[in-house]
């Protein structure tokens, strides 16, 4: 007898079930407006027969720029019906990168949100040679507006056209260690994450989950979660805290994620401690270290909510701090990437792919139905990613003996000075612990006598003074005179990437400019 091979469902069908399950219930809520389970449905069908009425299908790509937007999010939902492929622009990308990722991925069709986005997706429009199909949502003097002929489409049932060998996304990674590539994921792959959020993740059980990070990157892997759990998604457009904080208050939020940087910004505001935060269950942060110091403060004035993600582009997710782990008496785990998800085998391998001793640092390697199935056209990097059957992350760690893993930097970061090699994220955590450090990037930059001198580059919180030598000498007593900063400097604010990381890319790029003047 023949052997089939189990698939889970499509990740249209996976949707499309959700939203059959609680037609009455609120799917979407925004700043003046609601859409309900119902109501999704059908502007998926109606923009699906408006997608087929173009010929789009199976093998194409198609390209949203949006901001938070539910109009957006059913759009997705009905190129994927049809078989297509979903490409995500980053809404805080330049106008070159986004040419280039539409360029890269061959989108044959771009979808923009004309209220958020007019201009740049008319230049968008007017440069990208291999878009044949401009959708607009809401008027423009572009493309076409796709709720006004989803609306003239009439009534259509969604049907899910895909197989499990379609390719349902790519998504770009973050560039910042090169140039940014895309992680095909077909449908096989993709539909597992949203049952891995579920398993793992603590989320509420009647949820009302808060996007404010744009829904093209990490919120947007919470939104089917809910739908299946029947709960609803409100989307906010922009990190305004105080509009935030009176959101959480108004509509009961009890389900929301930020990056780090989203929090510091709100411990830091004035009308927090005033704000009513008591319906918030579940606070998600990733995407960067959180400040152990910042963390504790988080815990004390917003509660008890605290729950780390952890994984990337290629993988997602694949481990989780909980909230019971976000204990104060065990400020250890504060420095953790948290605990393998239950679908995920994870190892932490050397340079031969032999898996090193307990506690010894290595690269997080992972197994998992959800990894991506190779780089879009880029067989060279597919190959030394996806070595030996696993992916290769990066990240270097260490796991204690309970299986938790602390990250200690990407592969490519790690600083070699004066013969020794230093993780910048160890000084990093060991600067953050200060009361006068707001944010802190470490890197190395190019020394004739050290190979790369250690270089500390600091925010300082508001009314702080902090003093140099006094955070050299922190360094030095914590992790050692190998590990202690050449130098520091002082900053108003440190280059983010478009998801919230700091930008080491750019930031390196200003030192090593800096090099080049001086020796010429």
């Known amino acids: 007898m023949g052997t089939t091979l189990y698939t889970l469902p499509t990740v249209g069908a996976q949707t499309l079930r959700a939203l059959l399950r609680h037609p009455a219930r609120i799917a979407f809520a925004w700043h003046g407006g609601a859409l309900s389970y119902r109501a999704a449905a059908e502007l998926i069908g109606r923009m ?25 999010w059913c759009a997705g939902v009905a190129a994927q019906l049809c078989a297509c492929a979903l490409t995500w622009l980053h809404p805080l990308a ?15 069709a771009l979808i923009v949100d004309a209220g958020a986005f007019r201009d740049r997706g008319g230049d968008l ?93 990490v919120a947007g892997t919470k939104v089917l979660p809910v739908l299946m759990r029947g ?41 927090l401690d005033r704000a009513d935060l008591s319906s918030l269950e579940l606070l998600l942060y990733g995407a960067s270290p959180m400040s152990p110091s910042r963390l504790v403060e988080g815990l004390e004035r917003i509660g008890p909510v605290f729950s780390q993600l952890y994984g990337q582009t290629e993988c997602y997710p694949v481990s989780v701090l909980r909230r019971g782990d976000h204990d104060r008496r065990q400020p250890e785990l504060f420095e953790s990437c948290g ?58 760690a260490r796991a204690d003996d309970r299986g938790y893993m602390f990250i200690l930097d990407r592969k490519k970061d790690m600083i070699v000075t004066g013969g020794f090699n230093v993780f910048p994220r160890e000084v990093e955590d ?41 955070l050299i000498e922190l360094v030095k007593r914590r992790k050692g005179t190998a590990h202690a ?34 020796v010429g």
Not at 509 to 515: C, D, E
């Open 125 to 217: 429009a007017a440069r990208a040679a291999r878009v044949k199909h401009v959708f607009t949502i809401g008027p423009a003097a572009y493309g076409r507006d796709l709720v006004a002929a989803a609306e003239a489409a009439g009534s259509a049932t969604p049907i899910d056209l895909a197989r499990p060998d379609d390719v349902a996304s790519l998504n770009y990674t973050g560039g910042t260690t090169g140039k940014s590539k895309g992680a095909l994921r077909r449908h096989r792959e993709y539909s597992v994450f949203a049952a891995a959020i579920l398993a793992d993740f603590e989320i509420p059980a009647d949820p009302r989950y808060l996007a404010v990070a744009p829904i093209s990157h």
């Open 231 to 271: 709960g609803t998604v409100h989307l906010h457009k922009g990190f305004d805290p105080e509009a935030i904080l009176a959101t959480i208050a108004r509509e009961r939020i009890n389900f929301t994620l930020f990056v780090p940087t989203m929090i510091y910004v709100l411990l830091d505001h004035p009308k």
């Open 485 to 518: 900063p050449k130098q520091v400097q002082f900053v108003d604010s440190l280059p983010m990437t478009g998801v919230g990381k700091i930008d080491k890319k750019a930031l390196k790029a200003t030192f090593w400019a800096g090099q080049r003047r001086m």
């Open 94 to 108: 330049s106008l070159e990168d986004q040419l280039d990722q539409l360029d890269d991925a061959e989108a044959s």
């Open 48 to 72: 699906q027969k408006v997608f087929v009425g173009r010929q789009l299908g199976r093998g194409d790509r198609v390209a949203i720029l949006t901001a938070n937007r539910t109009e957006a």
């Open 430 to 470: 060991v600067l953050s612990t200060h009361p006068d450090v707001a944010m802190v990037a470490v890197l190395g930059v190019p020394d004739p006598k050290w190979g790369e001198a250690v270089t500390a580059v600091i925010v300082p919180r508001a009314g702080a003074t902090p003093d140099a030598d006094a």
């Open 339 to 396: 605990f393998p998800v239950a679908c995920c085998e994870v190892r932490i391998l050397d340079e031969e792919d032999r898996e090193v001793a307990l506690g010894t640092a290595g690269e997080i390697c992972v197994r998992a139905p959800h990894v991506m199935a190779e780089y879009w056209r880029r067989p060279e990097q597919t190959a030394e990613t996806l070595k030996n059957g696993w992916l290769h992350t990066g990240d270097i």
